[in-house]
């Protein structure tokens, strides 16, 4: 059974710092491409903000490059987003997900607000 547990949000001031944590089973994760994933308050889509691969290459949307670190840790089934110098637009429910998503199979997600 395909499980994803997001953690780590929480309520920060802008320039601060947070790292999320993501924990996946019942798949192969360490072939999976992962990503950190995002909705906006008010938004029915998800963006995804950035993605790892199995070799560790990283891709970044423009709105995050420079801002937001992703990394993963095979033997722990984890992907982690290090994001720093938040800003209130960053505010939104973070999901992890494979990369192209794994279908209906989402976690509960984290939520990140920034404010000013």
């Known amino acids: 059974q395909v499980q994803l547990v997001e953690s780590g949000g929480g309520l920060v001031l802008a320039g601060g710092s947070l790292r999320l944590s993501c924990r996946a089973s019942g798949i192969a994760f360490s072939i999976k491409t992962m990503g950190w994933y995002r909705q906006a308050p008010g938004k029915q889509q998800r963006e995804l903000v950035a993605h790892i691969n199995s070799r560790g290459s990283t891709t970044y949307a423009d709105s995050v490059k420079g801002q937001f670190t992703i990394s993963r840790d095979n033997a722990l089934n984890t992907v982690y987003l290090q994001m720093s110098s938040l800003k209130p637009e960053d505010t939104a429910l973070y999901y992890c997900?494979?990369?192209?998503?794994?279908?209906?199979?989402w976690g509960q997600g984290t939520q990140v607000t920034v404010s000013s």
């Open positions: 997900n494979g990369v192209p998503s794994l279908g209906v199979y």
